[in-house]
């Protein structure tokens, strides 16, 4: 249905539309005749019992406004966001593009959504039962870097009670900036923060970090320094690239399209790369998510083999649809 109907009809809207015509769609059907009706092989990871390790990245569902739906399809976690403290527009519209010829996406959303409070509302009014929930956490765009912490830890104080697990945004391209926050110095002291935060709070909730698939090994190595110092629970790699490396998409085109983060079959390989590389240095307790490029079971699989944890899919899905949830879970399951 999805291939030979919904997608031709989505692919005729802009990208940004078609979103929200799905999300629309989800909420109200709750994913009529897409449900997954196969088994489960959970895991336990974190402390948490995944009931498989499939979920749905952060950035589809910023608002959290289709959560049943996610569910039914299939997933074992959701991730939502990026949220921000204050309800924010984002970047001026258009924004968001598909590469169909790379199946890629570029985006420069820019962190839109309602904001932590409404979306907290909303999750503590309708979070599914048996669904484990991740929160992407960032800052506003009017935020100075200087001020960053205070952001994160506004986000952190508001969802920690909810969320299973908090991710924290240092590396979309798509925030001036904000990149910056990956730096040593930086990042150092944004994770002593949110550390003595969680302290002050009584809390040990999963904190792990996102980070960029453009960092040399120099960088991923403080990283990974930071990590095991902080006892951080683990990393999730990798969010989009700035890079625009071996498309088969016109240059013509991709400069008409400008600036943006690009995700999607062209950054499989580097995310795959990374979490290779981290599951050799990080030690043996760090959680791995990996994110990028998944478009089908092999593709999935071979995150999990070079040392993901868990797998999440945004992208895949758009060009793949529901059937995609659905063959990496077969796959997964029957192994």
Not at 76 to 96: D, H, S, Y
Not at 112 to 127: D, F, Q, S, V
Not at 146 to 163: G, P, R
Not at 251 to 278: D, F, Q
Request: hydrophobic share 40%; aromatic share 8%; net charge positive.
């Amino acid at each position: 249905m999805y291939k030979y109907f919904l997608k031709p009809l989505l692919f005729k809207l802009n990208a940004e539309t078609a979103h929200h015509f799905t999300l629309f769609i989800l909420k109200f059907t709750k994913a009529w005749g897409f449900r997954y009706k196969g088994s489960e092989k959970p895991v336990t990871i974190m402390g948490l019992v995944f009931k498989n390790r499939l979920g749905l990245a952060a950035g589809l569902d910023k608002n959290a406004v289709a959560m049943d739906a996610w569910k039914l399809l299939g997933f074992g976690f959701i991730e939502i966001g990026t949220v921000t403290p204050k309800a924010q527009p984002g970047n001026p519209k258009p924004r968001l593009f598909r590469l169909p010829k790379d199946y890629a996406l570029i985006n420069r959303m820019g962190f839109n959504n309602e904001g932590m409070e409404r979306i907290c509302n909303r999750l503590i009014a309708k979070k599914p039962k048996n669904l484990i929930l991740g929160v992407n956490i960032g800052k506003n765009k009017d935020t100075p870097n200087e001020l960053a912490i205070l952001d994160y830890e506004l986000c952190f104080k508001t969802f920690y009670k909810i969320a299973d697990y908090i991710v924290v945004n240092v590396s979309s391209p798509n925030t001036p900036n904000l990149r910056e926050l990956q730096d040593r110095d930086h990042l150092s002291a944004l994770m002593l923060a949110l550390n003595t935060l969680a302290k002050q709070l009584n809390t040990s909730i999963p904190l792990l970090l996102k980070i960029a698939p453009d960092l040399n090994t120099t960088q991923l190595d403080d990283i990974i320094e930071l990590i095991e110092q902080y006892n951080w629970t683990g990393i999730v790699s990798s969010n989009t690239t700035v890079l625009r490396k071996d498309l088969h998409t016109a240059p013509h085109t991709l400069e008409a399209i400008g600036n943006g983060g690009l995700s999607g079959k062209p950054i499989e390989a580097r995310s795959t790369e990374i979490i290779s590389y981290l599951r050799t240095k990080l030690s043996s307790q760090r959680v791995i998510i990996g994110v990028g490029g998944i478009l089908n079971p092999m593709d999935a699989q071979n995150k999990i083999s070079a040392g993901a944890d868990l797998i999440q899919v945004y992208t895949g899905l758009i060009y793949e649809g529901p059937k995609l949830v659905h063959n990496i879970l077969s796959t997964l399951n029957s192994k």
